[in-house]
């Protein structure tokens, strides 16, 4: 059973930057997996931010590429989202998630089975 656990989510001022991390465990391999960054502002749907794939392809969502970079550590089991020039809406909860599907790209919260509990991103203004 795979479990991944976020943190690093803080309050930030607007242009700041922040680094979340996503610590993975379990009996799988974290080297095979996809792990995507999503978040979801209060009121709002879960959002597709970034996806690094187990061959470090990468993908953003528009909203956010240029600013954030996500980026892997298989020696450690571990994935980051850095996040520079954060706006306030960026506000918002951040979940790590891992996926086995061999589709591409893996942008849907559907196509991840392995969620971790999130983490608190606030931007002030």
């Known amino acids: 059973q795979v479990q991944l656990v976020e943190s690093g989510g803080e309050l930030v001022q607007a242009g700041g930057s922040l680094t979340l991390a996503c610590a993975f465990s379990?009996?799988?391999?974290?080297?095979?997996?996809?792990m995507g960054w999503f978040r979801q502002a209060p009121g709002k749907e879960r959002e597709f931010v970034a996806t690094?794939?187990?061959?470090?392809?990468?993908y953003y969502s528009n909203s956010v590429k240029g600013r954030f970079a996500i980026s892997r550590d298989n020696g450690k089991n571990m994935a980051y989202l850095q996040m520079n020039s954060l706006k306030p809406e960026d506000t918002a909860v951040y979940y790590c998630?891992?996926?086995?599907?061999?589709?591409?790209?893996?942008?849907?919260?559907?196509?991840?089975?392995?969620w971790g509990q999130g983490t608190q991103v606030t931007v002030s203004s």
């Open positions: 998630a891992a996926s086995y599907n061999q589709n591409y790209p893996l942008v849907d919260r559907y196509d991840y089975s392995v």
């Open positions: 379990g009996y799988t391999t974290f080297s095979s997996s996809t």
């Open positions: 690094i794939y187990w061959n470090n392809a990468v």
